[in-house]
DNA sequence: TAGATTGTTAATCGATTAACAATC
DNA sequence: TAGATTGTTAATCGATTAACAATC
């Protein structure tokens, strides 16, 4: 059979509960807790029961009747489903006060990716150290992807350096992009994986919200 | 008439739209453009022109049959939809590596916010700059929040800390928080604007999708 | 006026919740 | 076995898309 699972088109909407589920989970695991119905995890999370099981369901039955889960299992279980045992080669664009931050500040490797190069275009930066990496030049860039193979890139540039530094990464076989500019990547690029993290729209958001209670 | 616009029980799913929508007409606004029908829009935004009439027309009919929407007018009513012209006075707990960055790197004046005050629990960041503010002692906060009174509060400090820092700001008085914890805020308080940034999650999100296309 | 495009209603689609038979 | 709780189907709810009359 070739499907091993009904994994094949889970919606967003799941996909985005999982990291969720998984801290709740990580948390119960680091206190020792073994088992755990959907029912109490649901009041733990503040969401439905239900929707746990349904969720869960999208990608096998991890629970036992009259049990529930066990959380181990399951733990390790959701972390397959998101791939975090298997990192994606990373690089990082922009060395900025972002980027670096994000680099130092995100644990890459608990989340499924490996951090193995730095680019920024601002010379006067080159040869300094983020974390464990040299900040490159970015006419490394090309060099670096041919003999590496990152699969994935951290975007801290500025909206106007986006649009060709990303024709540029796609070509060289970058698959994902973790967004932080304020280019809309996936208008242009459709099957590319891209994670926005658009700060400003966040902060308009709860500007909304904050104004009309 | 107590109601003066539909806006009360918007969709969250229209709200998180509107800040998209904002930066696209930023950009015609930019280009001198002075006109735009929904298909148009539409098609530059990836979306149907059936959505983004529907969005707009949960605040009130902005646009004209026959000719569209005018540029410049569209792009401030939504700005005072989402509040940016009220800004709320705002305090960033926590300046190490992400604050800091975060603090420097995002335009708050153009997003409906004013950084007015900077706390930090480590004294040895006490009396520094981030921007024109000086870092404060955490002992300092209750006196500050009394004195100023801040709506919102943005939140870089760790999980372990943030559920005591909450309880306390919450009672000074916050209203929003922009939440850059792994704190799960809105579980404990249902009636507070949270606006979470995940990062952890978002990259967890990508990872997922990077391995399943 | 004729053409264009909105605002809005109706139809469709998808997600969430509820219910319950299966089963540990 | 009896009790608990899942996995899954059915019912409900809400969001998106399509269609079109209103109107600039």
Redesign the pocket.
């Known amino acids: 059979m070739f499907l091993l699972n009904k994994q094949n088109g889970v ?1 967003d ?2 996909i985005n509960r999982l990291p969720r589920y998984y801290r709740f989970l990580g948390e119960l695991v680091a206190e020792g807790e073994k088992r755990i ?3 109490e995890l649901s009041e733990k999370m503040g ?5 746990i ?2 969720d ?2 999208c990608f096998g ?9 066990n959380i181990d299992m399951l733990y390790e279980e959701i972390g397959k489903i998101l791939g975090l045992d298997k990192p994606s080669k990373t690089i990082l664009i922009g060395a900025g006060n972002l980027g670096k931050a994000i680099a130092t500040h995100v644990s890459f490797n608990e989340k499924g990716f490996e951090l193995i190069g730095v680019f920024d275009k601002d010379l006067s930066l080159t040869e300094k150290i983020i974390g464990e990496l040299k900040i490159n030049s970015m006419d490394k860039l090309e060099d670096f992807c041919l003999k590496n193979k990152p699969e994935c890139a951290l975007l801290c540039i500025p909206k106007t350096a986006a649009a060709n530094v990303c024709e540029k990464l796609i070509s060289l076989g970058i698959k994902g992009f973790w967004n932080f500019s304020h280019y809309d990547l996936s208008v242009k690029y459709k099957n590319i994986a891209v994670e926005n993290v658009h700060l400003g729209d966040s902060l308009m958001k709860l500007s909304y919200r904050i104004k009309n209670q």
Chains 1, 2 share one sequence.
């Open positions: 919606s909407l799941v119905s959907s029912r969401i439905t029961a239900s929707q099981r349904q869960l369901n039955g991890f629970g036992q009747q009259g049990y529930g889960y």
